[in-house]
């Protein structure tokens, strides 16, 4: 090999580090943005206990973090679509951090919705700058990097009911203030990959645009409003799923089988986890297979382990959790990449709409449920959800895309 392909062969190996740095660093600070995020339902058999709310009280305060998520979201896609803004991310994290403080120290139930809104806010501000900085730096596997990405989140996720349960519940509601210093971490990450976004920009700007990368669509209009419709649907079937678990499982254990708020938080954690290890899956498995079959998989696999839950004793639960979330998950990275090759160009939207839609899913899905629960059971309430994968039969639906 002569020196310039030495040279050359060099360039794209640093040029690669760099781009898994990135990720690293994304999908790191998508693991502390949604711990914090996380510690919100953790405490709520905590909040529900000194307050004394009820179950409506307690989807209220999901509600009115999932829309404050879900309504900007898409906004703040577009206008980062129209001019990116480097530096939004690091200052997300600080709109969480406000909220975060007001938490530990809110003393009614009006002050824990207002600061549960400014969560949302910063998540809304998060979620899709950092999809299309993932993106951007995929180097082509954008499977991959969303699921690296996506792992993050969901490792944050499953670490919030674990940590409450260490750090909050023994100790009461104003220790959620010692997590100020996750979200301090989370800023400094954040303003760092802001750093690399933007010298990133100022390279592409000096691309000549023949040679920027891009896909041009090639299905009708009709064909791609039809498909988006069908994403719609899956993720409102996994997403009103998973916030029944996240929202209500452990007062689904502490109902059914007796468990303390500890036992059953620990099973909140178990299930997280495995939601977190799944996650990994479905972008590398959409990119080499086809992220149509993956969502196949993802969505209408899971309904025979949903379908048997309601019915299985404390063990078998916490088994079928482990199953479940780990398909589960698995849906989330494939639906996102395949609907930004549906909508090429349009990333920030695409990516604040899908995750805007499955905040708002979420938060709505949260409050009906508990109200649902109020008025029936908890058990009934899983006994109901437990045929919403069945809603994957729509994927048939799908037009088959390239994948790569």
């Known amino acids: 090999m002569d020196d310039s392909s030495t040279i050359a062969a060099g360039s794209r190996q640093a040029a690669g580090q760099t781009l898994l740095q990135v990720l690293l ?37 999901t509600f009115a973090f999932q829309v404050t998520a879900s309504l900007l979201q898409p906004l703040v896609g577009i206008l980062n679509d129209r001019r990116p803004r480097p530096y939004s991310l690091a200052a997300g994290m600080g709109v969480t951090l406000i909220g975060l403080v007001l938490l530990s120290q809110a003393a009614s139930f009006h002050m824990l919705l207002v600061a549960s809104a400014l969560v949302g806010v910063g998540s809304s501000i998060f979620h899709p700058e950092a999809s299309r900085i993932a993106r951007l730096a995929s180097g082509g596997r954008h499977g991959f990097a969303q699921s690296l990405f996506q792992v993050g989140g969901n490792l944050g996720s499953s670490l ?26 989370g800023i400094v990450v954040l303003f760092r990959v802001g750093g690399w976004y933007q010298r990133n920009l100022a390279e592409r700007k000096k691309q000549p645009a023949a040679v920027r990368p891009g896909r041009q669509q090639t299905l009708s209009t009709p064909r791609v409003v039809l498909a988006l419709a069908v994403l719609m649907a899956l993720i409102f079937s996994k997403y009103i799923y998973l916030t029944s678990l996240t929202s209500y499982y452990t007062f689904y254990l502490i109902s059914r089988f007796g468990l303390s708020v500890q036992q059953a938080q620990i099973h909140l954690f178990i299930f ?18 086809g992220r149509k079959y993956v969502i196949w998989i993802s969505i209408l696999g899971v309904a025979p382990f949903t379908l048997l839950l309601p019915y299985a004793s404390a063990g078998w639960a916490a088994i079928l959790t482990v199953v479940i979330g780990v398909i589960l998950a698995s849906a989330f990275s494939a639906i996102l990449v395949y609907a930004q090759e549906l909508v090429p160009g349009r990333v920030g939207l695409i990516a604040g709409l899908f995750f805007g839609f499955a905040f708002g899913v979420a938060g709505v899905g949260s409050a009906l449920l508990g109200k649902l629960a109020d008025h029936t059971s908890i058990s009934y309430v899983f006994h109901v959800c437990s045929f919403l994968p069945l809603i994957g039969l729509l994927t048939a639906f799908l037009p088959d895309l390239e994948t790569g």
């Open 25 to 61: 660093a994304l999908s790191f600070s998508h693991l502390l943005n949604d711990t914090i995020q996380s510690l919100i339902p953790a405490l709520y058999p905590l909040l529900k206990e000194s307050y004394h709310l009820t179950f409506t009280q307690i989807g209220l305060i």
């Open 160 to 185: 919030g009911p674990l940590l409450a349960a260490l750090v909050v519940v023994p100790r009461g509601q104003a220790h959620v203030l010692w997590f100020s210093a996750v979200a301090l971490l």
């Open 272 to 289: 997280l986890f495995a939601v977190a290890a799944g996650t990994i899956i479905g972008g590398p498995l959409g990119d080499r297979y």
